[in-house]
């Protein structure tokens, strides 16, 4: 059984500092992973995709994929009230279909 | 405006009753798939289609049929909803195979089976 890990919180971070979310997966021959920010009553949103191992950039967010040690993170610089949210993490199987999210963690940016 | 869009929004529903939830997106995507949202579960991939004519079971497809005669359109069946399946779900979209997990989703749908 293929499965997604991540800590379902509440993370409690200030405003303007770094708030770290991490993800493991079981399965070693993931290929893509993802990270999706949903609000309460909303839908999920993609917000980073990663395919290979180091660390990738968008404005404030940096994933981070290590596959030896079968984990996913991803830090928000900066954190605003308005990152308050549910982060997932989600990792696709061999281009196959599946696609597998981890249960979410809450994150609240408080000012 | 690209969207994927599911319908119907909020349904009550009792026991055995047949049901469809409707899925429809315009940005001319291959891939679909449909999820189901619970407190403390996540979200859990029902079914999903590579394209048209080809669907495939996810982890929790027992209760659920769908079909994909049309690339745009992917409707989710309860042939006989029971309670264990009052849920969100959740529709969703993507280019193609390649990008599984680049998803559009929908608004969701909140189904309560009585």
């Known amino acids: 059984q293929k499965e997604v890990e991540q800590n379902s919180g509440p993370l409690s971070v200030p405003e303007g500092a770094i708030a770290s979310l991490n993800c493991t997966y079981s399965d070693r021959v993931s290929q893509s992973f993802f990270w999706y920010r949903q609000y309460s009553g909303k839908s999920p949103e993609l917000i980073m995709s990663?395919?290979?191992?180091g660390d990738k950039e968008d404005g404030r967010f940096t994933a981070q994929l290590n596959k030896a040690s079968q984990y996913v993170s991803l830090l928000i610089r900066d954190s605003q009230p308005s990152d308050s949210a549910t982060y997932l993490c989600a990792v696709a199987y061999n281009q196959g279909g599946k696609l597998i999210f981890g249960q979410g963690t809450e994150l609240s940016v408080k000012p | 405006e690209a969207q994927v869009t599911q319908n119907p929004r909020y349904l009550i529903t009792v026991t055995g009753k047949k049901l469809t939830v409707t899925c429809s997106q315009n940005m001319n995507h291959e891939y679909m798939s449909w999820y189901r949202q619970d407190p403390g579960l996540g979200l859990r991939q029902i079914y999903y289609s590579m394209n048209v004519e080809v669907t495939d079971k996810g982890d929790v497809p027992e209760g659920y049929k769908v079909s994909r005669k049309e690339k745009r359109n992917f409707p989710l069946i309860l042939e006989s909803p029971s309670p264990n399946q009052t849920s969100l779900y959740f529709c969703?979209?993507?280019?193609?195979?390649?990008?599984?997990?680049?998803?559009?989703f929908g608004e969701g749908s909140r189904l309560t089976v009585l």
């Open positions: 969703a979209s993507s280019y193609d195979g390649e990008y599984t997990g680049e998803l559009f």
């Open positions: 990663i395919y290979s191992n």
